[in-house]
Structure formats: structure tokens, C-alpha cells
């Protein structure tokens, strides 16, 4: 009965929430016993109440900073700086241009919306159709929950034990790579296959390269600091979030001086309306994780997995699968919350590394950010460049095909994601 609720909720349209929430009440109700009412708010309050979250109104009001300060902006001119001249250059940019912001914002909403005002317009009066623009800089910025800083990665790595953020950001780069790779692999077909337009830049002179380089260095010294700073043990993710905002702010007072005092509301407002979200979809959560472990719905699952097969790789298939079914209807946040301890234990039965089953479940849900019905960039870059959504997902199936190739060689090869977070210590 709860999961027909459930299921009744999610169509009426109701926000997750407020649905996970529900279904674990009425569960409790269910029970006959009221004293399992009194442990629900401890529920909410013990999900919210852990260090590592304290990272993500940090990294959010960072990103918000630099962007709002268009601190940000010299990263494309960074990314044409090295691309140069080639057949079909500014897709190429848009690739490299989106990897790189994915190291400052950790968001792909961010990233799409960031870099789709700048790089659609200037790839359409390049030569390039509207649609390729607009479809190319969707998939692009799946990457920003994928390279670290990675909100999606704290948020796991405070829902499942055993895996710590530093081993995580660590695991995301190679997989972040991978995709880069196989978006510019596929603009190598297409740009040969239709012609595409030869990047025209400004002759190359030493002083253009040090004007640019020296525009872009706020932003490329984004991820050094926080990745050096966790990585090298001498900060948490939480403080390195913090080291952000402090980094952030003085780039503002001692170099752009383009926000004032009056920005400082509206940042925090952002900062908490969307921290708020996130917090409230993890302390709904966690009631539903409890029905889920009270009912042994996990155990149950992994048992009759294990019936059906004991391959290792049919396993990673059907996890792979399942994520990127999950990924087409739920939004990435909730959706960690949800599925990563109930497949878990299904990753463990099968020898599967934790690391690994990470990065299946975080690009799996990432690659679910630009398939319909519920792709967020396909929505923020349809709605940046003017296009109709259906039009843009019939552009969209090359690219597709492209992070299907990468998310498989993740999939079925564990050192992708785990050989760097290995050879690092974790």
C-alpha cells in the first residue's frame, strides 16, 4: 500500500519530498504503533545533521559568487586559446569549456546555464546549427556532477558509509575525462561528416596567450585549491568549500570589483533556497530508507538478482540499466538517496568496489540529466537558446550514444574509477 502512494503521489505531481515523506508516515501509521512517530523527526534531523553536508551551501554559494562576478567568463577564451584552429572548434570548446567550469560549480544546471548564454549564440553565427549548439552544451555539462568539486559525490558520500568525498572527487576524473573524450570523438565524425566551420582566432601572439591565461587564472585556480587542499590532507571538503567562498570573495574586493554590498542578499537568498531543497529531500529520505531497511526490500532485491545470475559483469549491467532508468525519471539528488542503499547491497554481493559502484550510480544519474522527460539541461538549454524540446531530443541521440560508450567503459572497467583513488591512498 505504501508503494501505491507513493507511486499515486509521484503522478498527481506532487514535489519528492513531500512524497517520501508521506509514504514513510503512512507506513508508520500503518504499524499500529505510535511511538514509531516520535523517532520520525530524529530520522529527518540525523540524515541532515552530518559534517560533509556542511560542504554543499559552501560550494553552492562559491559557484554563485564566481558567476555572478563572471569570474568564470575567461574560461572560454581559455578553452579557444587551446583548441586553436581546427574543423569544428568551438564544439571542441564547448567540451573543454564545460570540463573545466565542472571544476569551480560541481553542478550541471549551473554549467548549462553558464555556458549556453556565451557558447550557442557564438557557435550559431559560426555556422553551426542552433540545435547541435544547443544539444552539444546539454551533454557537455553532464560532466559538472561527475568532476569535482562534485554536489552529487558529498551528497552520496553522506548516504552510504564506507566511501569518503576526497576518494570520490578522486575517482570522478578519469570517468570525466572519458566523457569529454567521447563528445569530442563524436564532433570529429559529425564535423567531417557535415562540414562543420574552422574556428577563426585572434592570430596567436604571446602577449594574446598571457591576457588570456591571465583571465582565466581565477577560475583553472578554483580546483587546484580545493582538489590540492583535500587531496593533499590538509583540509576537509567541508573547509575547502569555505577556503571557496573566502577565494571567491577576495577575486571580487581585490581584482573584478563588480559586486557590492547590495549582491550579498540575493547570494545568500540563492545559496539557501537551494541548499534547502537539497537539505529537505535528504531528511525525507531518510524515512524511507528506514521502511526500506525495516522491510528488508534491499536484501530481497539482491537475493533474487543473485538467483537470477553470478556474473560480476551481467551484474554491472543491470545495475548500469536500472541507474539509467532511474536517471530518465528522477532527478540525480533524490534519486542517490533513494536507490544508492538499496543497491548497495547488491553491488556488495556481487564483489563489486564501492568506488566503482559509485561512479556507475553518479554518471548513471548524470547521463539522466539530458534524457526526457525529466533531463533538467535539456530544459535550461532549450530554454537558453529558444529551441523546442522534442526538436532538441531528436538532435540529441549522437551525443547520447557518445556518453553511452563512455559510461560502458566505466562501467565494465573498475580502474577507470578506481585506479587514481587507489594510487592516491583511499
Request: proline share 5%; charged share 10%; glycine share 10%.
Given at each position: 500500500m505504501t508503494l501505491a502512494i507513493l507511486i499515486a503521489l509521484l503522478v498527481l505531481g506532487v514535489p519528492l519530498a513531500v512524497v517520501m515523506g508521506m509514504g514513510g508516515l503512512y507506513y508508520m501509521f500503518d504499524l499500529g504503533n505510535p511511538n514509531f512517530l516520535r523517532i520520525l523527526p530524529q530520522m529527518m534531523i540525523s540524515g541532515i545533521y552530518k559534517f560533509p553536508l556542511m560542504a554543499i551551501p559552501f560550494f553552492v554559494m562559491a559557484g554563485i559568487i564566481m558567476s555572478r562576478a563572471?569570474?568564470?567568463?575567461?574560461?572560454?577564451?581559455?578553452?579557444?586559446?587551446?583548441?586553436?584552429?581546427?574543423?569544428?572548434?568551438?564544439?571542441?570548446?564547448?567540451?573543454?569549456?564545460?570540463?573545466?567550469?565542472?571544476?569551480?560549480?560541481?553542478?550541471?544546471?549551473?554549467?548549462?546555464?553558464?555556458?549556453?548564454?556565451?557558447?550557442?549564440?557564438?557557435?550559431?553565427?559560426?555556422?553551426?546549427?542552433?540545435?547541435?549548439?544547443?544539444?552539444?552544451?546539454?551533454?557537455?555539462?553532464?560532466?559538472?556532477?561527475?568532476?569535482?568539486?562534485?554536489?552529487i559525490?558529498?551528497?552520496?558520500?553522506?548516504?552510504?558509509?564506507?566511501?569518503?568525498?576526497?576518494?570520490?572527487?578522486?575517482?570522478?576524473?578519469?570517468?570525466?575525462?572519458?566523457?569529454a573524450l567521447a563528445l569530442a570523438a563524436m564532433v570529429f565524425i559529425l564535423g567531417r561528416r557535415h562540414n562543420f566551420p574552422t574556428?577563426?582566432?585572434?592570430?596567436?601572439?604571446?602577449?594574446?596567450?598571457?591576457?588570456?591565461?591571465?583571465?582565466?587564472?581565477?577560475?583553472?585556480?578554483?580546483?587546484?585549491?580545493?582538489?590540492?587542499?583535500?587531496?593533499?590532507?590538509?583540509?576537509?571538503?567541508?573547509?575547502?568549500?569555505?577556503?571557496?567562498?573566502?577565494?571567491?570573495?577576495?577575486?571580487?574586493?581585490?581584482?573584478?570589483?563588480?559586486?557590492?554590498?547590495?549582491?550579498?542578499?540575493?547570494?545568500?537568498?540563492?545559496?539557501?533556497?537551494?541548499?534547502?531543497?537539497?537539505?529537505?529531500?535528504?531528511?525525507?529520505?531518510?524515512?524511507?530508507?528506514?521502511?526500506?531497511?525495516?522491510?528488508?526490500?534491499?536484501?530481497?532485491?539482491?537475493?533474487?538478482?543473485?538467483?537470477?545470475?553470478?556474473?560480476?559483469?551481467?551484474?554491472?549491467?543491470?545495475?548500469?540499466?536500472?541507474?539509467?532508468?532511474?536517471?530518465?525519471?528522477?532527478?540525480?539528488?533524490?534519486?542517490i538517496l533513494i536507490f544508492a542503499p538499496l543497491l548497495m547491497p547488491i553491488a556488495q554481493s556481487a564483489g563489486i568496489d564501492p568506488l566503482h559502484f559509485a561512479m556507475i550510480l553518479i554518471i548513471g544519474l548524470a547521463i539522466g540529466l539530458v534524457t526526457p522527460p525529466v533531463g533538467m539541461c535539456l530544459f535550461v538549454c532549450s530554454s537558453v537558446a529558444g529551441v523546442n524540446f522534442n526538436a532538441l531530443c531528436g538532435t540529441l541521440r549522437p551525443f547520447l550514444i557518445a556518453l553511452a560508450a563512455a559510461y560502458a567503459a566505466v562501467v565494465f572497467c573498475p580502474l577507470a574509477s578506481c585506479w587514481l583513488p587507489r594510487a592516491l591512498g583511499y
Open positions: 563572471r569570474i568564470t567568463d575567461g574560461i572560454v577564451a581559455f578553452a579557444q586559446l587551446i583548441v586553436g584552429s581546427v574543423r569544428g572548434g568551438l564544439a571542441y570548446v564547448n567540451i573543454l569549456a564545460n570540463m573545466l567550469l565542472a571544476g569551480v560549480s560541481g553542478s550541471a544546471v549551473a554549467d548549462a546555464a553558464a555556458i549556453g548564454p556565451i557558447l550557442i549564440p557564438t557557435m550559431e553565427k559560426d555556422g553551426y546549427p542552433r540545435l547541435f549548439a544547443t544539444a552539444l552544451t546539454a551533454s557537455s555539462a553532464i560532466m559538472g556532477p561527475i568532476i569535482p568539486p562534485s554536489l559525490a558529498i551528497i552520496y558520500a553522506s548516504t552510504v558509509s564506507g566511501v569518503s568525498v576526497a576518494s570520490l572527487f578522486a575517482a570522478g576524473i578519469i570517468p570525466g575525462a572519458l566523457i574556428s577563426r582566432t585572434q592570430p596567436l601572439t604571446f602577449r594574446y596567450a598571457m591576457r588570456v591565461c591571465w583571465s582565466a587564472l581565477p577560475s583553472l585556480a578554483m580546483p587546484g585549491i580545493i582538489l590540492g587542499g583535500i587531496m593533499g590532507g590538509i583540509c576537509t571538503a567541508t573547509e575547502a568549500g569555505a577556503i571557496a567562498i573566502i577565494y571567491a570573495v577576495l577575486l571580487v574586493v581585490f581584482r573584478e570589483h563588480n559586486l557590492s554590498w547590495k549582491d550579498i542578499p540575493g547570494i545568500m537568498m540563492e545559496t539557501a533556497t537551494i541548499t534547502a531543497v537539497v537539505y529537505l529531500l535528504i531528511g525525507a529520505s531518510m524515512i524511507l530508507q528506514w521502511v526500506i531497511g525495516k522491510e528488508h526490500i534491499a536484501e530481497v532485491i539482491a537475493s533474487c538478482l543473485t538467483d537470477i545470475t553470478s556474473s560480476r559483469y551481467v551484474m554491472l549491467g543491470i545495475i548500469a540499466l536500472v541507474t539509467l532508468v532511474v536517471g530518465m525519471v528522477l532527478d540525480t539528488s533524490p534519486a
